[in-house]
């Protein structure tokens, strides 16, 4: 009896040993403020404090020590010195040094309406996790680190983390460009850039060739519009930013096909080889086919043109595998003035 009892309980011994180990190298644990992060944590991406994207602004001097990230990081002991950088994501994660001759209220600003202060004081810990945010809107953030009133010692940064799928940005790069087309018209959207004295939006009718220029004031990053432009070519564009005299790289590049009578913006880039066209015509009456990317951009590229005034008045849309019967092959002919709305649902095989 007592040696089944031991056997028993080393059994359950193990299995809760196994039990707590698992759980606490799962990705539910997460690590806190004031803990050491040496690596970051899944669904974390990590950047040293030399990336190009992050700015100093005051007087910075490197430090060299083989216990912080990649041996290096940054410090000041200049009050009202800064840190700015931006990023898309949702999520920010500052790593740097805790010692007892560290401030406890630096102050952090996000996107102009985040106001937070965090410490770096206390018992000495290299690589420290001393301020994190989470749950932000997805899209483009801007981060403003500022030193307070230092008596003695110093602020430093080691590293930042943010979200696994996320980047650091230019802080003076527009981002998020959206263009939406019109009437002989688009309507152009970005992120705004802090401090920007004005924007350049540049445009052509060839991807990556810009033969026209725009120049559009600090203030109309969401919602500049260019006129005079022809319906059914499709045009695409780039934005600048220009800060303190100097104009930054371009953003991403987005197009739009105006239409008479109002469009949509041109559909994202495909990503899979074939997919799902659900028509809905006007009656109600719902059409399903399973297509080749081709053959979907080719009845979207008939569709838009049609909307612009020119091409034949129906589609034949080939049913392939819905073939039934004895016939060498079956066509649904689509008629424009009939199609109220249709889906694409893209995969791959």
Known sequence: MKIGFTKKFGILFGVLFFVMF???NSSSYAATVGQKLSEPEAEWERYDDG????KYLGSWANDYFSEEYNSTSKYTSQSGAQIKFSFYGTKLRLIGTRSPDRPNNVQITIDDNINEVFSQNGPLLRQNLSFEKTGLPEGRHNVTITVPQISAGYYDLDAVDIDKNGK???VNT???LKVTAGDSQVTLKWDRIENAESYTIKYGTESGKYTETVTATKDVYGN???PGLTNGTKYYFVVSAKVNGVDSEYSNEASATPLGGGSQPDPEPTTGDRAILVVTMTTGLEKEFDLSMKEVNDFISWYEGKQAGSGSASYAINKHDNNKGPFSSRKDYMLFD???TFEVSEYSK
């Not at 990336?51 to 992050?54: A, Q, S, V």
């Open 224 to 226: 500049f519009v260019i």
């Open 174 to 176: 527009a981002t998020n």
């Open 338 to 340: 009939r199609i109220l």
């Open 51 to 54: 990336d190009k994207n992050i």
């Open 22 to 24: 698992t759980f606490l």
């Open 168 to 170: 650091l940005l230019d």
